[in-house]
């Protein structure tokens, strides 16, 4: 499993607007739901959360080379060629955006949503980035995550990839859902990438998928929403019926996924 180049890494961070730049609509009006609500504030000094991020941030420094350095680099693309890539072995066969393009378009919509309020939390809570405040290697460098509006480096706390690739999740999980358990498992994993990345701190990642099922708890209330998921149902129903392109390294993957990140507390195993 390679990474990609730093140029299309450049490309695909450009993409990521969390819905404030142009795109489908999402499902929810404005104003109808607030995360702000929902998600903890983003850990200050003294807080113990923020003392974790650091020890957090420092461990997993451990992981740069290695194969799930790999992959957390590889997961950092966030364009729909890239992310149905990324959770082809959950499913079972290759998608693509030829193939899934009614899954495309209910996710699109969803992380419009989602992404909208990560956004904002963002804005609201202005948290540094780990490599701002520690010193460490990172998957991307300092100026693909640079705001040259505001002359710094963007905000941590949401992690918007984490809330996009946790929305992924969630929608594929009720599209395929007796593939739900391993589609589940690849979103944690996608969103616990930028924390192997040391972009973002763990309690950012947290913060993120929380902030998408939060927010999804509210789409999936709306009948448009349910008529776009049953047409992507169907749609990858009948590609897993039909002689639909296997995925390749779906052994390696999972072997990726079953490792563990974080340090284990006292009297834990290694991994699971």
Request: hydrophobic share 45%; with cysteine; charged share 20%.
């Amino acid at each position: 499993m390679k990474p990609r180049s730093l140029l299309a890494l450049a490309v695909a961070l450009s993409s990521v607007g969390y819905a404030q730049s142009a795109g489908p609509a999402g499902y929810l009006a404005a104003g109808e739901f607030d995360v702000m609500g929902v998600i903890e504030p983003a850990p200050r000094p003294g807080d113990p959360r923020y003392d974790a991020d650091r020890a957090i941030f420092r461990a997993t420094r451990s992981l740069v080379g290695s194969e799930r350095y790999v992959l957390a680099t590889n997961d950092v693309q966030t364009r729909a060629p890239a992310m149905l890539q990324d959770f082809s072995c959950a499913v079972g066969v290759a998608l693509t955006p030829e193939n899934a393009a009614r899954l495309v378009a209910v996710v699109q919509r969803a992380t419009a949503d989602t992404g909208a309020q990560a956004g904002r939390a963002k804005e609201v809570y202005r948290r540094e980035r780990p490599y701002v405040i520690d010193e460490g290697p990172t998957c991307q460098s300092p100026a693909e995550l640079f705001d040259a509006r505001a002359n710094r480096a963007s905000y941590d706390y949401p992690s918007g990839h984490s809330t996009w690739g946790w929305t992924w999740a969630l929608v594929l999980a009720s599209a395929v859902p007796d593939r739900a358990q391993q589609v589940l498992e690849r979103g944690r994993a996608y969103s616990e990438s930028r924390t192997v990345c040391g972009v973002h701190n763990q309690s950012a990642v947290e913060a993120g998928m929380l902030a998408a099922s939060a927010t999804m708890a509210v789409v999936q209330a709306k009948p448009a929403y349910h008529a776009d998921l049953a047409a992507a149902r169907a749609e990858l129903r009948a590609l897993r019926a039909g002689p639909a392109e296997a995925p390749a390294d779906c052994g390696a993957e999972a072997r990726l996924l079953a490792e563990r990140i974080l340090p284990p507390l006292a009297g834990e195993p290694a991994t699971p």
